[in-house]
């Protein structure tokens, strides 16, 4: 298929030139709803750092343990804001691989186009799933929208899911997600992963990844870990705290290799 041309899944106003994010990582983890621009770039990414997939398979690994964290402690409603497109081991997969989801109550939400048109796609017939379009920095629109306010119920405990895609957002974190905190009631979790954590990196490759993600839709800010951490606010983190993905509750017998390219992340619920 031509660099132009199109397939039928990619809907109106998809520019298949430009990489997108959410793309990329789909390919990085094996699917298949992505374009040749998305493609390169990635490749470029790991042919300049070659565990660079690493990075991508263990922020899924992180996703997987943190439902289930979650679902042992009794929470049934999930807000995924930046859901991306579904490939294996999404958020639906991991509640129903779990065996029960009576109550199961889950909205995804993605800016992505593509991302939007394959999780209706593919998430039709699951009932308990809604899928909106938004934009985390009009976190307010989301939180109110029609969709998710009949979907989700706030009077409840309600856990918010931004994993890779904060470092998107070029806003300042902590005001934005502040929003968060008018919505959701005590024992609500917020659980944030966050690439290019700046007191990570050396200058001079820092330079060289901002400059492959200036080329996406959606450009790469790097943040410190600790203006990382600040976003979660009022939120009190849960052990282990903000660390690298590998090292966040890890199942027996894992990989917990790390690498200073390595997203963060962490679990913090509302008092």
């Given at each position: 298929m031509?660099?132009?041309?199109?397939?039928d899944?990619?809907g109106?106003?998809?520019?298949?030139?430009?990489?997108?994010?959410?793309r990329m990582?789909?390919y990085s983890?094996?699917?298949?709803?992505?374009?040749?621009?998305?493609r390169?770039?990635?490749?470029?990414y790991r042919?300049?750092w070659?565990h660079?997939?690493?990075?991508?398979?263990?922020?899924?690994?992180?996703?997987?343990?943190?439902?289930?964290?979650?679902?042992?402690?009794?929470?049934r409603?999930f807000l995924?804001?930046?859901?991306?497109?579904?490939?294996?081991?999404n958020?639906?997969?991991?509640?129903?691989?779990?065996?029960?989801?009576?109550?199961?109550?889950?909205?995804?939400?993605?800016?992505?186009?593509?991302?939007?048109?394959?999780?209706?796609?593919?998430?039709?017939?699951?009932e308990?799933?809604?899928?909106v379009?938004?934009?985390?920095?009009?976190?307010?629109?989301?939180?109110?929208d029609?969709?998710?306010?009949?979907?989700?119920?706030?009077?409840?405990?309600v856990?918010?899911?931004?994993?890779?895609m904060?470092?998107a957002?070029?806003d300042?974190?902590?005001?934005?997600?502040?929003?968060?905190?008018?919505h959701l009631?005590?024992?609500?979790y917020l659980a944030v992963?966050?690439?290019?954590?700046s007191?990570?990196y050396?200058?001079d490759?820092?330079?060289?990844?901002?400059?492959?993600a200036a080329?996406?839709?959606?450009?790469?800010?790097a943040r410190s870990s600790?203006?990382i951490e600040?976003c979660f606010?009022?939120?009190?983190?849960?052990?282990?705290?903000?660390?690298?993905l590998?090292?966040?509750?890890?199942?027996?017998g894992s990989?917990?290799t790390?690498?200073?390219?390595?997203?963060?992340g962490g679990?913090a619920v509302?008092?």
């Amino acid at each position: 298929m031509g660099q132009n041309m199109k397939p039928d899944w990619a809907g109106d106003g998809v520019d298949p030139t430009v990489p997108s994010l959410a793309r990329m990582y789909d390919y990085s983890l094996g699917g298949s709803h992505n374009f040749r621009a998305d493609r390169e770039l990635a490749e470029a990414y790991r042919l300049r750092w070659p565990h660079m997939f690493h990075a991508a398979r263990s922020n899924r690994a992180f996703l997987r343990r943190v439902i289930r964290y979650l679902l042992d402690r009794g929470v049934r409603q999930f807000l995924d804001i930046g859901s991306g497109i579904p490939t294996a081991g999404n958020v639906h997969e991991i509640i129903t691989d779990a065996g029960d989801v009576s109550g199961a109550r889950l909205v995804y939400v993605d800016i992505d186009p593509v991302a939007l048109i394959m999780s209706r796609r593919l998430l039709a017939d699951v009932e308990w799933v809604e899928t909106v379009q938004g934009d985390v920095r009009h976190i307010d629109a989301i939180l109110t929208d029609p969709v998710v306010t009949t979907r989700l119920d706030f009077t409840e405990p309600v856990a918010v899911l931004m994993l890779l895609m904060l470092h998107a957002v070029a806003d300042p974190l902590r005001p934005l997600l502040a929003h968060l905190d008018e919505h959701l009631v005590p024992g609500s979790y917020l659980a944030v992963s966050h690439s290019a954590p700046s007191d990570h990196y050396p200058p001079d490759e820092l330079a060289e990844w901002l400059a492959l993600a200036a080329r996406t839709t959606t450009p790469t800010v790097a943040r410190s870990s600790a203006e990382i951490e600040d976003c979660f606010g009022d939120f009190a983190l849960i052990e282990p705290g903000l660390v690298p993905l590998p090292l966040w509750h890890p199942e027996p017998g894992s990989d917990t290799t790390t690498y200073w390219y390595d997203a963060v992340g962490g679990v913090a619920v509302k008092p």
